[in-house]
């Protein structure tokens, strides 16, 4: 059974809700290989053994959501928003490795979350369409939050403050 996590706003506060069914990610199986430079071949059926990184785990996450429902949660939260996902997705593919990855979920509005819950640090980054992108951002007493247009080359400073880089 996998989790949404509704976000309280401005609190820093992150809560788990009642399960919500979300439908399952793809599954990557070997049916045939190719033998090349003397490797062999999987056998039919045998399944790969693939990890998924942070960042593939959030953008999966966030494929998963575009599937869902008006009402997704039981208490009337909107359908999710396409533009919204999608921007998200883009969000996360522009990060360089070494940055932290937030997890994703859903504002109640449809619109995507990227989020960071952790000991002194919490983050949260909501998708607002036209690549603008509306933050929250809090490590220890410091304290971050605006709207920023994402151009892929620059965020703003709280954001480098606990982690995020390009």
């Known amino acids: 059974m996998h989790y949404l996590v509704v976000v309280a706003s401005g609190a820093g506060l ?57 009402d997704w949660d039981g208490s009337e939260a909107a359908k999710p928003i396409d533009y919204s996902l999608k921007e998200a997705r883009a969000f996360v593919r522009k990060l360089a490795p070494e940055s932290v990855i937030p997890r994703a979920t859903l504002h109640a509005d449809g619109h995507a979350i990227l989020f960071m819950c952790e000991p002194g640090i919490y983050a949260e980054l909501e998708f607002l369409g036209n690549s603008k992108i509306g933050y929250y951002v809090r490590r220890g007493e410091q304290k971050w939050s605006d ?18 880089s390009l």
């Open 14 to 70: 992150c809560r788990l809700v009642a399960p919500v069914p979300l439908p399952a990610g793809p599954t990557i199986k070997a049916d045939t290989a190719k033998s090349a430079a003397h490797t062999k071949a999987p056998e039919a059926g045998q399944g790969l053994n693939v990890s998924a990184s942070r960042a593939d785990a959030a953008i999966a996450q966030l494929l998963r959501l575009e599937k869902l429902e008006a």
């Open 147 to 164: 709207e920023f247009s994402f151009d892929g080359r620059s965020l703003p400073e709280g954001l480098f403050q606990i982690g995020f």
